[in-house]
């Protein structure tokens, strides 16, 4: 079975270019202007640039490139675990158990697989701030017992809830603590942002455009939430 994530889902788009494609040509175009503009500059003269500047470095030892299930880092650097998958975000006491999920609990949890991430300082010397986190999809084979890859007939309605209440985004305020990030569980900043349990207004002028109205909403300016 071909992976799902590569299934073309708009069979109308299969001659369109990809967007690697796109992004090569925007590339070599900006290659080009870039070229013609440092050309017309050695045309230019009574003109000085200062190219004294100095920019940010940062050096470290280059790691190997592999792929296996260990968290790597370069020599002299720590890390350490700030926020996983199903950890609560505004309770600490309540654990948790991944066999006893439900769509409720998860909800108030830590999403699954964390792809883009975002940190808002919340203070001057950056000790304090948000992070988002874009939970771009989930893999139920890893998140349930008994559930294969692909589409498998294991898979339940009530699976497949939790699955998107573990999608979506998350934001979490964190502070950093003896050289140590930790979550602040229970902020007033904290919130998961789902699928289908996070109302949003559509504005611009997109809004009410026939192709968002929905039987949810015949107006087409309200979405459940957001994937990713």
Known sequence: MKDPDNIPSNPSTSDKPAIDELIQKRIRRRTVVGGLLSATGMLVTGCYFDSSGSGYSQTFSEISRGLDDKHHIPEGYKSNIVIKWGDHLFDSTAEFDPYAQSEAEQLNRFGFNNDYIGFLPLNHSGTRGLLFINHEYTSPWLMFPNVAKGFP?????????????????????????????????GSKYNRRITPHKTPMQITGPASGHKRLQTSSDITGSIVAGTMN
């Open 153 to 185: 007939d294991s898979m339940t309605y009530e699976l497949a809830k939790i699955e998107m209440a573990a999608q979506g985004g998350s934001i979490v305020e964190v502070r950093l603590e003896r050289e140590v990030w930790h979550p602040v569980i």
